[in-house]
């Protein structure tokens, strides 16, 4: 059965005529034209469709990597009210012991993102998301999925998502050199994967020298590996020495997101600075206005993100975050 426009204006929807399903192959176009309302520009509807269909098709996201949740109407699959995507990572996770020299080693997990959530402007206002969000949980993030943590990225301020069980963590942005070749990118991947796993391992070593009980802290951080940069690069790269950075054009807010900065110990500041200098470069040649950088590692001015992409964190079961650091805290692990 299928809802006719006009016919859809009249139903009262309430959480009690609404299912949570998984979304088929032309739910999740539908998805896309509603949500492509409201995000496709600067590309026109069909351009934005086939970017989320090539999306779906990445190694990240493909043979379930991304499963697409909807919100529908218990009699019509396609009046969809709500809708979100869950996509799945790889994470680090070093969690010392309680007693001095007892560290566990540092273990590979799997986690999640959630993203593009969406509700039409028609059905707003009425906590349909919020209910979505809490199904998701219950019936795919704390169970199906065997996550232990998932983060999501807000563009609706701090509060909503902290009232559902999602903390924001803050993550300071800069407003205002040789390039990468496809072929250079895996490579550097797995270097940086291999850095950040070594980090929290020495992580764990301090944590295992201190004395029992003084502040242990969880240290998640999600792999930067190369399924994660493809899936951005297929959305829309540098090195010099041991310093490189790679971004994206973020078009639809007219900004070069970096999503990856990462300063070589044997290089200076001036290798950063250049690296920074090209991205300005492209930004201008681009006509983009503003570069952000994430995690503020760089020794430069920032403020702290509050228009949009606020990094929100969860973990299994609601988990109390207060020992929880997240490390590397930057734009590659958007979604």
């Known amino acids: 059965m299928s809802t006719d426009a006009a016919a859809v204006e009249t139903i009262t929807i309430t959480k009690d005529n609404v299912v949570l399903a998984e979304a088929t192959p032309q739910q999740r176009t539908l998805t896309w034209e509603l949500n492509g309302a409201s995000w496709a520009g600067p590309m026109s509807l069909d351009e934005y469709i086939g970017r989320e269909q090539a999306l779906s098709e990445t190694t990240l996201s493909a043979n379930g990597g991304t499963r697409y949740f909807i919100l529908h109407h218990k009699s019509d699959p396609n009046l969809i009210v709500s809708a979100c995507e869950v996509l799945t990572k790889q994470a680090l996770v070093a969690r010392p012991s309680s007693g001095r020299g007892t560290a566990t080693a540092v273990d590979t997990v799997p986690s999640y993102g959630l993203a593009s959530i969406f509700t039409p402007p028609r059905f707003r206002g009425q906590g349909l998301a919020s209910h979505m969000l809490r199904l998701v949980q219950e019936e795919a993030l704390d169970t199906s999925l065997g996550a232990s943590f998932g983060t999501l990225y807000s563009d609706i301020g701090r509060s909503f998502y902290a009232r559902l069980g999602w903390p924001s963590f803050p993550i300071p942005q800069l407003t205002q050199v040789k390039l990468l070749t496809d072929d250079d990118v ?131 079961g609601g988990e109390s975050l207060g020992d929880v650091v997240w490390e590397e805290n930057e734009y590659y692990a958007w979604c």
């Open 186 to 316: 895996p490579e550097l991947c797995a270097r940086d994967c291999a850095h950040l796993q070594a980090k929290l391992e020495r992580l764990l070593g301090a944590a295992a020298a201190a004395p029992a009980g003084n502040g242990e802290k969880r240290h998640v951080a999600f792999l930067p590996d190369f399924k994660q940069m493809s899936w951005h690069f297929a959305r829309a790269s540098t090195v010099g020495g041991d310093s490189w950075v790679y971004w994206d054009h973020d078009l639809r807010e007219n900004k070069l997101k970096i999503l990856r900065a990462v300063k070589g110990q044997k290089d200076g500041a001036l290798a950063m600075q250049g690296l920074l200098r090209a991205a300005l470069k492209e930004a201008q040649e681009w006509g983009l206005p503003k570069v952000l950088v994430g995690g503020g590692k760089l020794a430069l001015a920032f403020d702290e993100r509050e228009d949009g992409s606020i990094p929100s964190l969860r973990w299994k």
